[in-house]
């Protein structure tokens, strides 16, 4: 069955850095694009970036353009998100996302900016 899981997450400060990974099983994945979704406390789920099966083409929300930084490896099966000068207002919930006929989440991975 398909599965993913996130890691990666944890404490950091104000301009620090992290990356994120989400590991994928149970499908093809090079055939389909994958996605990084963020929650935090009280907000509604939001796309935070999204990459092509072949990694080409690559899109991101405004509110992390030029900060964040997503890419893939098709031989490891796994999706990235490196994320770079990080402010409190990035803290939430990161899950990855495939749609595959209907869409499948991982289970989340949490990521707080904080001095």
């Known amino acids: 069955q398909v599965q993913l899981v996130e890691s990666g997450g944890g404490l950091v400060q104000p301009g620090g850095s992290l990356r994120l990974s989400c590991a994928a099983s149970g499908f093809t994945f090079s055939s389909y694009p994958m996605n990084w979704y963020r929650q935090a406390p009280g907000k509604e789920r939001e796309v935070v970036a999204t990459?092509?099966?072949?990694?080409?083409?690559?899109n991101y929300a405004d509110s992390v353009k030029g900060r964040f930084i997503i890419s893939r490896d098709n031989v490891k099966n796994t999706v990235y998100l490196q994320m770079n000068s990080l402010k409190p207002e990035d803290t939430a919930v990161y899950y990855c996302?495939?749609?595959?006929?209907?869409?499948?989440w991982g289970q989340g991975t949490q990521v707080t900016v904080s001095s």
């Open positions: 996302k495939a749609r595959i006929q209907v869409d499948y």
């Open positions: 990459i092509s099966s072949g990694g080409y083409r690559t």
